[in-house]
């Protein structure tokens, strides 16, 4: 499942309620391209240098926009005055919050965008320029005098919740609270998930654990700060260039922020250097549009990674509570859990994915669940990688780490015990349909990893981690090439190797080689509405109607060999690439190719092409478990990871280099955000570590090979049994490596990231309280 | 503002500009004569993805001033492939799909190119610490490092 958080009211996806298609066990068992590993279409410009990312477009007399942000992390703004700035030679447009009208749809994201009454965050945009050097953009910003009105700030989530914190909105009153409250709060919401009876639960124990967890806001990191190129002409046409996720919501966005009909404004997604959720929003992106609609001329904005850390979208920093009950032979009678987490300066904290998630590997008869979804001075969040997720599956799976120590059982043996499969209520509602986490858990046993042995100040940890996955809007073409090859676009950005995943699919349905395929992605114009590349969902929707395009195609085909035939069309079938007779009665004659038939289209009805567009659903959930064993300096505190596997079920692998690459991925991603990665805040509410130096995201010095195992547990709705696989691998890390760390140093780690300082403070802690 | 005339050689051709003394060679790069295969993913020296090589030393172009080009020999991406043959490190960045979103890849083929041509026989903990300057947030560096043991195994004839 994925949630922009622009959406307000996100679909609440359920698996298996009414897949799009079924599972072809009979295909699935004859692939002939299917699971190769082939060169990805793009990787000959990647290693080049000659792909274009987001801040590599130029258009023709382009100005450079900057933006000026709020250095305050909470102030009201009273006045702005750009009139000096305007003077300046080479100034071709100044834009403020006076030029963006109001807008119901998109409060929230317009108010981030450019701030309002308000500065809420350190970095919050409060004004941009657009001139003709970066060193006039920039002497211009200087030139903008904004007359602040500094306010109380808070940044912490416990600190934001409490009566007597700064408030940052007079308008949020929290929801799902009974009676409603009277008075405005940071607490945006509270929302509850589970079923059965707790009390009864945890009166059937014999073991209960229940722990307070912490864990630090992350972010994303990727490696391309944001970057776009706008152009509106003088009659309102207008073009955007930008690293996108996804570049029809951009386009609806923006349109609608700016006012101007969606079919003016045509959006193409460049390259993307990475996103992992956070850039499945707009930042510059209405920012450059409107410069550009007031300069009339193209313009420019690329974010300083300066800029990114302080004014894109992290993830939630939490506050926990978890409490497990067990019984001595390991029947997990009771979960409960409270999760708050703040999510910046607006709402949308994924606490509710995270209260959702928490329990989800485990069929409970006595589970509930607690969100709060918290506003602070920090930037508006925006989604990364199975978001909330991570947070509250470190909290769960670290007391049932902890649980199957106290009653001497292995914790895969514990999981398995318990383990969610197929028809188990989930802890969020709706039964589970075919999944893969017992498979995962009997490979982690199975695998030799699991029965290494062990160094001095080593210890090993293992957990599993749910990802729900999404379906959504989706819209392909295919198209057939005269000269027998195949053209896809897709509107999907590719983030990681999918049109390679698209071409495999299209090749083995149209039984043609998989060089004779090329897919690209399209811009906004040239098809029907796609979400974005979010939730783990391409490959399982774009790739479905990849499949069901060449179906189309095939259809067309047959019918075209036909007419050739002089023959119904009921009497062609396709095989390996070619139309053929379907038995003897249809009559005797030579084998037509796809590229025979194409060759000859223009005589026998024209182009021919295969389309589908339709609302993916069955994207059928996502299980892993992660074995790590990692290594703890006693002297420092610094932890070392010595091996890591991840085994997690996808479904069927299209091209399995690139499911590996997922995996390798977010577990590193994991490692970052549970050893190091955290974002910073002093007492005067601004970020400290605001770079690459200080906000230390792994090297590849920090690594071991991180080893794969893929399941595969087809997917019931998917044609190929496809599972996504993008964003499940980065929950479990944080528990593994936290069950890891708490064993080498014989002491519980409850806070994240567990830096040197923090985790020597816990073994000194500990030895003092041993004495 | 007054321009630097620069004269310096960029993958063995001649090239003249004029920038300004606050220009980085990456802008210079970038901005003025049109090569984007190097990226600005920091600006402060932390991520590689603008790595170049100046007389032959692996350099974060992001690092050095457009004007202190004068009279170097640069190597950049877009120099390292000899027309449609890849070098070593490319072909088997590709065959390892060792890069996601290949952001960084760029860099980090500089960069490995580089090592090689220092020490054609690394161990794996040696090419971890020297592409330790080059952060991939995609791939968790494994494919990556396979590539370069392969390119090197490859480049010694083995």
Request: net charge negative.
């Amino acid at each position: 499942m994925a949630r922009n958080p622009d959406a307000d009211n996100a679909p609440v996806k359920k698996e298996i309620e009414s897949p799009t298609s079924k599972y072809d066990a009979e295909k699935a068992s004859s692939f002939k391209v299917v699971g190769s590993r082939p060169a990805r279409p793009d990787g000959m410009d990647k290693v080049t240098g000659r792909a274009r990312f987001g801040a590599d477009m130029v258009m023709p007399g382009q100005l450079v926009g900057l933006i000026l942000r709020s250095p305050h992390p909470h102030a009201v703004i009273k006045s702005i005055d750009s009139s000096e700035a305007e003077a300046l030679s080479g100034v071709k447009a100044v834009v403020t919050r006076d030029d963006f009208a109001p807008n119901d749809d998109h409060a929230d994201v317009l108010y981030n965008i450019m701030a309002r009454e308000k500065a809420l965050y350190e970095g919050h945009a409060v004004a941009a320029v657009a001139a003709t050097s970066r060193p006039v953009a920039r002497k211009a910003l200087k030139l903008i005098k904004i007359d602040y009105d500094i306010l109380p700030h808070v940044t912490d989530v416990d600190e934001a919740m409490s009566p007597n914190a700064p408030v940052l909105h007079d308008d949020i009153i929290t929801k799902g609270v009974n009676p409603a409250p009277t008075k405005p709060s940071n607490v945006v919401a509270r929302s509850e998930f589970g079923h059965g009876d707790i009390d009864a639960g945890f009166a059937q124990a014999d073991e209960i654990i229940e722990r307070s967890f912490k864990t630090a806001a992350t972010h994303q990191g990727y490696i391309e700060p944001h970057a776009c190129v706008a152009n509106v002409g003088a009659d309102g046409m207008s073009e955007l260039w930008c690293c996108t996720q996804g570049h029809f919501h951009v386009r609806q966005v923006c349109a609608s922020l700016l006012g101007i009909d969606v079919s003016r404004l045509r959006v193409t997604a460049s390259e993307i250097g990475g996103g992992f959720g956070g850039k499945t929003t707009v930042f510059i992106e209405p920012v450059a549009l409107a410069l550009s609609r007031k300069a009339g001329r193209p313009v420019k904005i690329a974010m300083t990674r300066d800029e990114v850390f302080k004014a894109s979208g992290p993830t939630a920093s939490s506050s926990m509570n978890v409490k497990i009950g067990v019984t001595k032979d390991g029947r997990i009678t009771a979960g409960y859990g409270e999760f708050r987490y703040q999510g910046g300066a607006f709402a949308g904290a994924p606490a509710d994915f995270g209260a959702m998630s928490a329990f989800a590997c485990y069929a409970l008869d006595n589970v509930k669940t607690e969100a709060y979804d918290v506003v602070t001075n920090r930037p508006k969040g925006a989604a990364y990688r199975a978001p909330g997720a991570p947070m509250s599956v470190y909290a769960v799976e670290s007391v049932v780490d902890e649980l199957a120590a106290r009653i001497g059982m292995d914790p895969i043996d514990l999981r398995l015990k318990n383990a969610a499969k197929e028809g188990a209520r989930s802890s969020y509602g709706p039964k589970f349909g075919s999944c893969g986490l017992v498979e995962t858990l009997e490979a982690a046993k199975a695998h030799p990893h699991y029965s290494a042995s062990l160094g001095p100040n080593q210890g090993r940890g293992i957990a599993s981690g749910f990802w729900f996955n999404f379906g959504g809007e989706t819209c392909s073409n295919l198209n057939i090439n005269a000269d027998g090859t195949v053209t896809i676009a897709v509107g999907t950005p590719d983030i990681g190797g999918s049109r390679a995943s698209m071409c495999i699919m299209a090749a083995e349905e149209l039984g043609i080689p998989y060089d004779k395929v090329r897919a690209i992605v399209a811009d906004t114009s040239a098809l029907g509405y796609n979400d974005t590349t979010e939730g783990s969902r391409v490959t399982f929707s774009s790739g479905m109607a990849v499949i069901k395009a060449s179906q189309q195609a095939v259809t067309e085909m047959c019918k075209r060999a036909a007419m050739m035939w002089d023959i119904p069309a009921e009497a062609v079938t396709w095989e390996d690439g070619c139309a053929k007779p379907s038995g003897p009665n249809a009559g005797d004659f030579e084998p037509l190719s796809l590229a025979e038939i194409a060759a000859t289209a223009g005589k026998t009805g024209g182009p021919i092409a295969g389309h589908h567009e339709y609302n993916a659903d069955g994207a059928g959930v996502s299980f892993g478990t992660h074995i790590v064993d990692t290594e703890v300096d006693p002297e420092t505190g610094k932890v070392d990871i010595i091996r890591y596997t991840v085994i997690q079920d996808a479904g069927k692998a299209i091209h399995p280099d690139y499911v590996e690459g997922q995996f390798q991925g977010g577990a590193a991603q994991g490692i970052g955000w549970a050893l190091n990665e955290e974002y910073i805040y002093g007492d005067d509410g601004k970020l400290q570590n605001a770079g690459f130096l200080d906000y230390r995201m792994p090297v590849a010095s920090d690594l071991p090979m991180i080893d794969t195992v893929i399941v595969e547990v087809p997917n019931p709705g998917h044609p190929y049994g496809v599972r996504g696989v993008g964003e499940t691998g980065i929950v479990p890390p944080l528990a593994a490596i936290a069950n890891g760390v708490s064993a080498a140093a014989g002491v519980r780690m409850t806070e994240l990231p567990m830096s040197p300082p923090r985790v020597l403070k816990a073994i000194d802690d500990a030895k003092v309280a041993a004495e | 503002m007054s321009g630097i005339h620069v004269s310096t050689k960029i993958n063995g051709d001649a090239v003249e500009y004029v920038c300004d003394v606050e220009e980085t060679l990456l802008d210079v790069l970038r901005d003025k004569l049109g090569m984007t295969g190097s990226k600005e993913g920091c600006a402060s020296g932390d991520c590689g993805a603008c790595s170049v090589t100046v007389d032959g030393r692996l350099t974060c172009s992001c690092l050095m001033l457009g004007a202190e080009a004068q009279g170097r020999e640069i190597g950049t991406i877009e120099g390292i492939a000899k027309g449609t043959e890849l070098h070593p490190v490319q072909q088997k960045i590709l065959d390892n799909a060792a890069l996601q979103c290949g952001v960084c890849t760029p860099g980090f083929v500089v960069a490995a190119k580089a090592l090689l041509e220092k020490k054609p026989d690394p161990t794996e903990t040696e090419v971890r610490y020297w592409l330790a300057g080059n952060l991939c947030r995609c791939t968790g560096y494994d494919k990556i490092i396979r590539a370069v043991m392969d390119a090197a195994a490859e480049m010694r004839g083995n």
